[in-house]
């Protein structure tokens, strides 16, 4: 069963804008994972933020961390058509052993 | 470095079957993971592999079973196959076990699974 609640399911936006989803989960956690799904093919591996940390950056993407709230979020800069793809995000718990994952947020960025 | 390979990429079997998927990990990785996609219940764990041995399982049924090989490559075997078990089913491979250490998984493109 999933853990994390993403919201919203679904995003649209225009190229050049920024694009932000956030997750939320329930139980405490050792690392949140965010990963993008291209039209139901393999997952990709976008940025891992460990329960210690607040804030990472990797290129257009800025991840959040709240475990008091137990909420994270995503945020993509400058948003390019390539971009439209399901997003997840997944955590592990403190014992490890697997991923827990969200519903996902459908990104849509239109040229 | 090769990424996880998954084979194979699309299965159609019959309710009643069974079937194996094959998962190889990235050349290291000692940690293989299976997980089933569906539009209605998203991504689910199905089980964890490390050094030969499970270490953790999901909430499936006996159904599903599934092995890892001293190369590290895994299998998964769903018998007596049901719609239901129409899906996509991910592999991922770590360095170490999910998340300890803080590693990250990398998963293959899937195998889309159909069951008529």
């Known amino acids: 069963s999933q853990q994390g609640e993403e919201d919203p399911q679904a995003l649209s936006i225009q190229e050049g804008e920024n694009a932000t989803m956030n997750c939320s989960y329930k139980?405490?956690?050792?690392?949140l994972q965010w990963y993008r799904q291209n039209s139901g093919r393999g997952l990709v591996h976008l940025i891992l933020?460990?329960?210690?940390?607040r804030e990472k950056h990797s290129g257009r993407l800025r991840v959040t961390l709240d475990t008091s709230k137990k909420s994270s979020s995503l945020l993509i800069t400058a948003s390019r058509a390539a971009d439209t793809a399901s997003y997840f995000c997944?955590?592990?718990?403190?014992?490890?052993?697997?991923?827990?994952f969200g519903q996902g947020t459908e990104l849509s960025v239109k040229p | 470095k090769a990424g996880v390979t998954q084979t194979p990429r699309y299965l159609i079997k019959t309710r009643g079957q069974q079937v194996t998927l094959s998962c190889s990990p990235i050349?290291?990785?000692?940690?293989v993971s299976w997980y089933q996609q569906t539009p209605g219940q998203g991504l689910q764990f199905l089980f964890e592999?490390?050094?030969?041995?499970?270490?953790n399982k999901g909430n499936f049924p006996g159904r599903f079973s599934g092995r890892q090989f001293s190369n590290s490559r895994s299998e998964m075997n769903v018998s007596t196959l049901e719609l239901g078990d129409s899906a996509l089913y991910l592999c991922?491979?770590?360095?170490?076990?999910?998340?300890?250490?803080?590693?990250?998984?990398?998963f293959g493109q899937g195998t889309r699974l159909t069951v008529v």
């Open positions: 991922a491979s770590s360095l170490a076990r999910t998340g300890r250490g803080n590693t990250e998984a990398f």
């Open positions: 050349s290291g990785h000692r940690s």
């Open positions: 139980t405490s956690i050792n690392n």
């Open positions: 997944a955590t592990v718990g403190n014992q490890g052993g697997k991923l827990i």
């Open positions: 592999y490390f050094s030969e041995t499970q270490r």
């Open positions: 933020i460990r329960s210690n940390e």
